[in-house]
């Protein structure tokens, strides 16, 4: 996901991404909720910190939609104090780096639950770590935070989706799938892809900041300069990505409804959405907080699903705070 905010997160990011190499895991054949399977499936991840003797400081990270470890291996350290934490960013399937339908012939529709399965298979049966402090994740991220209180609801202490949703709203669907059935149209034809592809981005960027914030930040003569570079992922990843957030709903995984949710959901929640969020609307997460009676941070700026980084202060604090109540940090 191309965003201009994080431009200035860039050297930071460059630099830890430097001392924290890249690693994969080998799944071997894992099979889909569909049951579709995914040959010598791979996973990618990189790693922040030191894991404690009694491995009880691990966070997971799942990388955002389009996102990458390279790309988001800065991002804990704008989001949360990481001092004693054990943080493992993690490259969600489709992404172009763990298995995705560029590097993996017949690689099927997954869904969230798919990445959040073969992320809890890296963390067991490769990490060899039984249980996670938490689990953290911004946007899809954020998605995947959510997917992981109802498929292992004893497996971590804490979770932490930011701007994420535990079910698309009818808004998000119409911009999720107005991108995906550009390109699935264009599908048959190379040119046609690299065409839907930048459409496709085009709209991404349209939701994900305010109209304010774009009026005010870009003139309109300059319009051609920051909405025509497109994606830096292949068509068929985008479209990977965009088919598993369409899917998600984390009340048809859990057969459950929001009613009864909290029969399900053990782990303490913190929630961040953004009041003006025009790519995941914010209404499913701040209901289902209110629901649990889960902490709940609205961040209200003009950045719309950005708000992350223009509020950055507020949301390291919140998160931190969030993650020292119950100090399992040894080291």
């Known amino acids: 996901m191309r965003n201009i905010i994080t431009v200035l997160f860039l050297l930071i990011t460059s630099c830890i991404a430097a001392q924290s190499k890249q690693q994969f895991t080998?799944?071997?054949?894992?099979?889909?909720?569909?049951?579709?399977?995914?040959?010598?499936?791979?996973?990618?991840?990189?790693?922040?910190?030191?894991?404690?003797?009694?491995?009880?400081?691990?966070?997971?990270?799942?990388t955002h939609f389009t996102g990458t470890s390279e790309g988001a291996i800065g991002w804990p350290n704008i989001i949360m104090d990481t001092t004693g934490l054990y943080v493992i960013v993690v490259d969600a399937l489709t992404n172009g780096i763990s298995s995705s339908p560029s590097?993996?012939?017949?690689?099927?529709?997954?869904?969230?639950?798919?990445?959040?399965?073969?992320?809890?298979?890296?963390?067991?049966?490769?990490?060899?770590?039984?249980?996670?402090?938490?689990?953290?994740?911004?946007?899809?991220?954020?998605?995947?935070?959510?997917?992981?209180?109802?498929?292992?609801?004893?497996?971590?202490?804490?979770?932490?989706?930011?701007?994420?949703?535990?079910?698309?709203?009818?808004?998000?669907?119409?911009?999720?799938?107005?991108?995906?059935?550009?390109?699935?149209?264009a599908q048959k034809n190379k040119q046609d892809l690299d065409v839907a592809l930048k459409l496709a981005e085009n709209i991404e960027f349209i939701n994900l900041y305010t109209p304010t914030y774009v009026v005010n930040k870009y003139p309109a003569d300059s319009v051609d300069a920051y909405i025509g570079e497109g994606f830096t992922?292949?068509?068929?990843?985008?479209?990977?990505?965009?088919?598993?957030?369409?899917?998600?709903?984390?009340?048809?995984?859990?057969?459950?409804?929001?009613?009864?949710?909290?029969?399900?959901?053990?782990?303490?929640?913190?929630?961040?959405?953004?009041?003006?969020?025009?790519?995941?609307?914010p209404i499913s997460s701040t209901i289902l907080a209110e629901k649990l009676g889960a902490k709940l941070v609205t961040l209200t700026g003009d950045c719309g699903h950005s708000a992350v980084f223009c509020e950055a202060e507020k949301v390291k604090k919140a998160v931190t705070e969030f993650l020292k109540k119950t100090d399992h940090n040894n080291g």
């Open 233 to 281: 992922m292949k068509p068929l990843n985008v479209l990977g990505g965009l088919n598993a957030m369409i899917s998600l709903d984390i009340y048809k995984s859990a057969s459950s409804d929001i009613e009864n949710i909290s029969d399900v959901i053990k782990a303490d929640l913190l929630v961040i959405v953004s009041k003006q969020d025009h790519l995941v609307n």
């Open 26 to 62: 080998n799944l071997g054949d894992f099979t889909t909720e569909d049951g579709y399977i995914i040959k010598d499936c791979k996973v990618g991840y990189r790693t922040l910190g030191k894991l404690n003797a009694e491995k009880t400081n691990a966070v997971l990270w799942p």
């Open 103 to 185: 590097n993996t012939p017949d690689f099927p529709d997954i869904t969230i639950r798919d990445m959040v399965n073969s992320q809890y298979k890296l963390v067991t049966d490769h990490l060899n770590i039984n249980h996670l402090y938490a689990v953290v994740g911004i946007s899809m991220g954020g998605m995947q935070a959510f997917e992981w209180l109802v498929a292992y609801p004893d497996f971590m202490d804490k979770a932490i989706p930011i701007i994420g949703s535990p079910k698309q709203s009818s808004y998000d669907l119409l911009v999720w799938q107005t991108m995906a059935d550009i390109i699935t149209t």
